[in-house]
T-cell receptor, first 111, second 113 residues
């Protein structure tokens, strides 16, 4: 079946540090891949997406590249801010349109 | 733009009680779904719908019912609440398609005592 494995948290960083959150997936066919972010007390919102192999999604300084050969979609940001503190979810959307999520990674950025 | 609206935001139920979580979207999306969020488990799909009159089960459907009489509304019914259903529930909607963004409501925090 389809599944997403995401780096366990929590992750605590200082401002301006480099952030990477690992995500690997198992899926049949050619799924689309997403990163969603959940700020405290809110619902999830799309951070970035990639729809085919070698696509790079980017938004707000975050990037992730769809690597079919390693079935990965790791999230990176070169210099985090306190406002990036949130829970990050990796997700895949296979051909049956049932979005599958990883367990989520809590990121805390300290000033 | 209202987007996806969920009510209530918080609810406490006694074991055995029933209730309905409401979800409405104003984006004319075909696809709607319900998830529950539990610590360390991410979001798990409860039920989903690909259009009015069509619903199907997700990963964890037991104890929940849904219906989709209109494009806009997708209520989730708990038939007889159990403590294991204590969770945060999210409704989401999206257009049909392989790369479309899902829009989420703010969530309902449900506690069953």
């Amino acid at each position: 079946g389809n599944s997403v494995t995401q780096m366990e948290g929590p992750v605590t960083l200082s401002e301006e540090a480099f952030l990477t959150i690992n995500c690997t997936y198992t899926a049949t066919g050619y799924p689309s891949l997403f990163w969603y972010v959940q700020y405290p007390g809110e619902g999830l919102q799309l951070l970035l997406k990639a729809t085919k192999a070698d696509d790079k999604g980017s938004n707000k300084g975050f990037e992730a590249t769809y690597r079919k050969e390693t079935t990965s979609f790791h999230l990176e940001k070169g210099s985090v801010q306190v406002s990036d503190s949130a829970v990050y979810f990796c997700a895949l959307l296979p051909n049956d349109y049932k979005l599958s999520f990883g367990a989520g990674t809590t990121v805390t950025v300290r000033a | 733009n209202a987007g996806v609206t969920q009510t209530p935001k918080f609810q406490v139920l006694k074991t055995g009680q029933s209730m309905t979580l409401q979800c409405a979207q104003d984006m004319n999306h075909e696809y709607m779904s319900w998830y529950r969020q539990d610590p360390g488990m991410g979001l798990r799909l409860i039920h989903y719908s690909v259009g009015a009159g069509i619903t199907d089960q997700g990963e964890v459907p037991n104890g929940y019912n849904v219906s989709r009489s209109t494009t806009e509304d997708f209520p989730l019914r708990l038939l007889s609440a159990a403590p294991s259903q204590t969770s945060v529930y999210f409704c989401a909607s999206s257009r049909q398609g392989g790369n479309t963004e899902a829009f989420f409501g703010q969530g309902t925090r449900l506690t069953v005592v």
